[in-house]
């Protein structure tokens, strides 16, 4: 029986039932075969057309890119409290939290100003976090 004809008595249940055990597990094998490498060929298709649009589209961006010039970032630095008896320990700590971060000294750093930032994310995100987090303790 060729292949062909193998696979057409496997689609029909009814035609299956009389087929040998070694014509089921060659026609099992081909059908797994067949659809792995249909998978794989629509992945190497799909990974040829993204490298083209990243080609194509890289480009564009990195001229858009180079046309804009970075603009200094001032720092907002997030405060949980806003109390005010430990204001220099306070200021002395996110200094050094942003000399790590930024690879420079504490002399280059000048914090100005300690506003508290609300949250992007909505209050039950929030409590679930919170939540979470309190019940690994």
Known sequence: M???ELLAVFANPETMKALSISDKLSAGLVT???????????LIILMVIISWMNKLLG???????????????????PVAAQTRENDNELVA??????????????????IRNIEKVEHGTPRWN??????QMNSRL
């Open 2 to 4: 060729t292949t062909t």
């Open 32 to 42: 797994t075969v067949l659809g792995m490498g249909i998978t794989f060929a629509a």
């Open 59 to 77: 480009k564009s961006m990195a001229v858009s890119a180079k046309k804009v010039a970075p603009a200094p970032v001032e720092a907002v630095v």
């Open 93 to 110: 700590a996110i200094t050094t939290a942003l000399a790590v971060s930024l690879q420079t000294s504490t002399s280059n750093i000048v």
């Open 126 to 131: 929030r409590a679930g976090i919170i939540e």
